[in-house]
């Protein structure tokens, strides 16, 4: 088996790992605008069990993994599934109160935040010092964008705020999974989960569509999010993270918000007001100060990490 050192700089396939990354962040980016003007006619529940159902197709190659599911793996898959499935939920009813797509990006940033307070409730970890400090930098950032005094605006930060609290929740448990099972497999589940949670929904609130009458460039542009967005994104940061760190990738994870607000901008002519830019610069600090670690204290902190998943 070939080592995979991702602290060598030198590394052709490192420098591949940093260029998948950063794509997988732009695509990421990509999605916020984009999600905005189709849930604009699309039925919301509608639109989010064709984008993962798209994307459950998308894992058609590697579905010669079903054959070692069993019910452990379907539970893991089905409760992180259930977590993503609330969070981008709430994330796209925030979209929809009249949300820009680059204040989203920055609000769902906060995840990153909550992470490591979902973590000392589980393991009993305090954070570190320079934790509390990002919490201070976040809550100022959330004011800011708050003070934009736009009707319906606050509406938006709260929901998006909330599906921030899910996807770290999600981002606690997918860390302990995917070192237990098959990734693959395991993230097969999740998305037919996601995708038939949200058709069920769909069912629920009766929503009146008809899929017949969605133009050809509809069923390009679901295509791109289900398989760009979704599948892809999946396999580019599982390939990458062998050959980079967790903290290497959580700072390049943390151009998304970045991007939303550029995309937000270019397609959607979005443009932020001095308080909002204010804001989003005080969350994506924030932020950075969260997942930046010390590279001699990284080991140490995976280890840490390690035993605590171990007694869980």
Known sequence: MELKNPNNPSSKRSIIAIFLLIL?????????????????????????????????????????????????????????????????????????????????GFITGLSTIIVPFLTWIRFKKRPHIRIWFAVILSVAGMAFLLLEGVSGLIIGDVLVLICAFFFALYIVLNDKY????????????????????????????QESYDLLSYPPPFWTIM??????????????QNWSQ????????????????????????????????LFAWVGCVFIFVAILITVSKKTNNTEKIKEDSLELLNRA
């Open 223 to 236: 295509i791109y999010m289900g398989i760009a967005v979704m599948t892809l994104t999946v396999l580019f």
């Open 24 to 104: 997988t962040t732009v695509l990421w980016g990509t999605s916020f605008i984009i999600t905005k003007n189709i849930i604009e006619d699309v039925p919301i529940f509608l639109y989010l069990g064709l984008r993962f159902f798209i994307a459950f197709i998308g894992f058609i190659p590697f579905f010669p993994h079903l054959k070692n599911l069993n019910k452990k793996i379907f539970l893991m898959g089905l409760i992180t599934g259930l977590f993503y499935f609330f969070g981008i939920v709430f994330q796209t009813y925030g979209l929809q109160s009249n949300q820009s797509a680059g204040k989203t």
């Open 242 to 273: 062998q050959y980079q760190g967790p903290t290497q990738t959580a700072i390049i994870f943390t151009l998304e918000p970045v991007f939303a607000a550029l995309f937000g901008f270019l397609i959607g002519n979005e443009i932020l007001s």
């Open 178 to 205: 995917v070192r237990l099972i098959d990734v693959y497999l395991y993230s097969i589940i999740q998305v037919l989960i996601i995708s038939a949670s949200s058709f069920f929904c769909s069912l629920i609130l």
